[in-house]
């Protein structure tokens, strides 16, 4: 039995307004909770540097660290008890030179704390002309 026979049927109405805003809040709260920092697209041009060459008189202190934390002054091994020390061994290789340059030789794996332990002793000895020697890269 169908007692609605004359009325004509409703079509359903799809309210788009409370999905718009329901999408526009997400929008909002992933605009304020993203970071925008991309740190593994930034270019970087390294600068380029240009030695000057050392004086024939003026004999550098060579430092070379290994991996194994093992320190040597120009090629006399020093067994390391604190920066105090190595600066006091800088003081003595270095003689009677004022500024003598510390060229570091530091092992690619050698701990970057080690590093530093040279650096500030070099500070404490009252040198501050410190260089750091590489090799090139085989191509």
């Known amino acids: 039995m169908n007692f609605q026979r004359g009325r004509a049927r409703e079509e359903p109405e799809i309210n788009l307004i409370p999905m718009i805003d329901v999408l526009l809040v997400i929008l909002i709260f992933l605009m304020v909770t993203t970071s925008y920092a991309k740190f593994s697209e930034l270019q970087i041009n390294l600068p380029q540097a240009g030695g000057e060459t050392i004086a024939a008189s003026a004999k550098p202190v060579n430092v070379a660290v290994d991996a194994s934390e ?47 332990n040279v650096m500030e002793a070099a500070r404490q000895a009252g040198y501050g002309r410190i260089t750091f020697t590489t090799q090139n890269q085989p191509k």
């Open 70 to 116: 093992h320190y040597a002054i120009n090629n006399q091994g020093v067994a390391y008890t604190g920066v105090t020390a190595l600066a006091a061994s800088l003081k003595n290789a270095a003689g009677d030179q004022t500024d003598p340059t510390i060229v570091i030789n530091a092992d690619a794996k050698a701990p970057h704390q080690s590093v530093i």
